[in-house]
């Protein structure tokens, strides 16, 4: 495109923002504006928000029109909308009783309106759309605060920003699809979520075309669900395929059954699904892993659990060891694989054992693996050679657990007493132990009746099953890196029911682990544990350019993936929905691990095969079931592609000697979140957070969380910080800056 001159303006003497985009993260900012609004100090500002939706403060995610079958992927405790005391930098925090999580906001919703639907607990999984509600209600509670401040104008602008054009000044001139709406001293781009064209993707791209030539449907994107998901498209007679088994794909399948009237009804602690008829004749779901995600467990945690061998202490040890040395005065690149992956399995079996037996045994489990986990700190570790180095790292580990479990195996089988079993394993107190492995596989009755048998001389009861459905022999409930993995193993040409009520029975499995929670179940505890409460910690080996180029890139297309199986799934209210579909036959997964879609040209669908089931299916219609992942070139909105048009932001590269170099779409950013120019230097005036910036922070797509320092609000200070400097700096009080005129790289906030 041609790139009009740099136009001359007029310059108000209102110091002007505009924040692009007006979901959740505008919703943060202007709550931080407020908060600090003393620090305006006489002057004026004008505040422009963008948001293309119209809806400010939800945004299109969360969007209040959406249908009620989606869910938010959160517990309702653990959403907030304000900065609290965990923040660094967040000063002043407003008063608890002005700033609710979601829990709290619905109650008071509950108890003014009487509505059923906010009638939730704290564990609760809210639906999007009333999170969407609570964070209209924020952004209105904000604005009004802003408004109400003089010399403070908050414009509202229910439009898309195509583009931003430097005026002669130094600033921005803000442009929609009707031309210029404002001239921005300071521009935020908060503009979340979006999509991606599917250029030079095979798959995407053939679909498109066959759909072109055969009439056979094919919906690139999943979002709004109303706009590609009408009440007659699918129609009932049409067999559907969702190609994702996340939580996208989850919206997708309930808002096709139980939003067109299907019903949901108690069956024993199961749920029983009654069709309603207008539903499609099948849904067939399926991914390369052939499994949802894992039933999120209920969380009973009041702290998350802190690293003990996954540490940023212990990537930065490893790193200086053993990481790829790139250039004078650069940090050491790791391989995720090799270096991280090994604490991340060493810290799961730690959390895992410490649950199953208790903190005491957990001590003697971490001094067990001591030794190997200093080597493995002291370096040098090589490339990763088929999970060798993990297996390594948690064999000391694993020795300590197994002789624990062999010894209290001998105690209920009355070859040892408790206190001939103490010696069995150096430090253990078997008494402790026996009590805590009761109390989790059974529950606390049983544990006391244990306890009272083995003190008495007599042979502990074995319960016959767990409630939870664990392993009822002490020696078994082992942790299973790979079975974590790889919980279904279809053989090859396995009929489709066979892997179909393999696949029920675990989730009937999971499902009870989820529910017994994140304290009490060790399976759940060690991934709850790590992948979740641990993510600043892999954000500090990852972030920033921390890996090699071919271990970032592997990083995406495993480690993360494995990360949303493990961590990233969907309460238990939701998953027994998916259970009872699949139990009905409304919802097909029986095309297990390795699915791949072909075209028909002949009948003109496409046709889905199982990778290790003999499934055939023809399908009518195909979803793509799968979030995007941000990519500034490829982005069906324009404005990114127009920023690096005009040179002022360019795509961040992991360059790696020896590799081939990674371009995975994000922006390049300097420490403060300000883009970064063709030349290489900040350009003043843009900040950009959310998915563009995940080269700079991992963790993009997710609610803000209280009382846990969270990254989100974090860098919406650090932004703030800045943007009152600019306020108040040299260019708010020079109508023309020099030509010349570039800003010292903002000092990033320590975390």
Known sequence: MTIPEPRETGRSSAFALAVVGGGPRATYALERLSATIGRLDGRRLAIHVFELSGEFGSGQVYSVNQPHTSYLNRAAHQVSFAADPTVTGADPVRAP??????????????????????????????????????????????????????????????????????????????????????????????????????????????????????????????????????????????????????????DQVLYLTEGRGGKFLPDGDRLRYEACGTEPAQVYAFSPSGMFPYTRALSRKRSPHRGRFLTKEAVDRVREASGLRVAEGERRRLDFEAHVMPLIVLEMAYVHYGTLFGPAVGELVAEGAREDYERFLAGPVGPAED????????????????????????VLAGELTLGEADGTVPGLDARAALERWYTVVFGPPAAAAALAAAEGGRRPPVPRDSPWRLDTDPALNRFDWQTLLHPVRPRAGAEPDEFRQAYLDFLDRDLAWAEQGN??????????????????????????????????????????????????????????????????????VSAGPGATVELDEENGTYLLRGGRTSLRAPLDVLLDGKVHPFDAEHDVRPLYRRLVERKLARLWRNTTPGQETFVPGYLDLDPGSRSIGQDGRPVEGITVLGPAAAAQSTYQFRAMRPDHNDVVMREIVVWLDGFWDAL????????????????????????
């Open 97 to 250: 009783h002005e700033r609710p999580n979601l829990h709290e906001w619905c109650r008071a919703r509950f108890e003014r309106t009487g509505d059923p639907a906010f009638d939730l607990g704290p564990a609760d999984s809210p639906r999007r759309r009333q999170h969407g509600l609570a964070l209209r209600e924020m952004f209105d509670t904000y604005v009004a605060e802003l408004r109400a401040v003089p010399g403070v104008t908050v414009e509202l602008h229910p439009e898309e920003v195509v583009d931003l054009a430097p005026t002669a000044d130094g600033r921005m001139d803000v442009v929609s699809p009707a031309g210029v709406r404002c001239t921005a001293d300071q521009v935020l781009l908060v503009t979340g979520h979006s999509s991606n064209e599917h250029t030079g993707e095979a798959g995407p791209e053939a679909y498109l075309d066959f759909s072109q030539r055969t009439g056979a449907v094919y919906a690139p994107s999943a979002y709004p669900l109303q706009e590609h998901l009408s009440a007659r498209m699918p129609s009932a007679e049409s067999t559907v395929g969702c190609a994702g088994l996340g939580l996208t794909s989850m």
């Open 387 to 410: 999970g060798a180095e993990v297996e390594r790292l948690v064999t000391g580990a694993e020795a300590v657990a197994a002789g624990v479990g062999t010894a209290l195996s001998a």
């Open 519 to 588: 304290l009490d179940n060790p399976h759940k505890a060690g991934v709850d544990g790590v992948w979740r409460d641990l993510r600043p910690v892999i954000s500090h080996a990852v972030d920033g350019g921390g890996l090699s180029a071919d271990s970032h890139r592997q990083f995406l297309d495993r480690h993360r993936r494995w990360q949303n199986k493990l961590a990233g799934g969907a309460a238990p209210e939701v998953m027994k929905k998916i259970r009872a579909l699949i139990a009905h036959g409304a919802l097909d």
């Open 728 to 751: 108040h700096g040299p260019r708010a009080r020079q109508e023309t800056p020099p030509a010349d005129h570039r800003p010292a790289p903002r000092a990033k906030r320590q975390p």
